[in-house]
């Protein structure tokens, strides 16, 4: 996405952005800006600028929450011995 945003190629972006929704939604993380209605080819870079910033902070954020969940040893659960 980095590079289609540096040769400002709105169709790649917009394929990626896509393809990303859709995979995001799958394990559950459904941030994200709905747009509507018309803006030029400046004030669209301007807005996924934004949007890819923030979608790197989310995308850390699940990345960090998803390998401490995965990386946890289920044979650790203290509650077994009860």
Known sequence: M???FRA???????S???FLKGSSATIGI??????E???DKEEALRL????LRTGKEEYQKAE???QFF???????DEDDDA
């Open 70 to 76: 995965y990386e946890a040893d289920p044979g650790d």
């Open 16 to 18: 990626l952005g896509h």
């Open 48 to 51: 996924i600028e934004c949007e």
């Open 30 to 35: 459904k941030k994200g800006a709905e747009g």
């Open 64 to 66: 960090e929450f998803l």
């Open 2 to 4: 980095d590079k289609a």
């Open 8 to 14: 400002k190629d709105l169709s790649k972006l917009s």
């Open 37 to 39: 209605g018309t803006v």
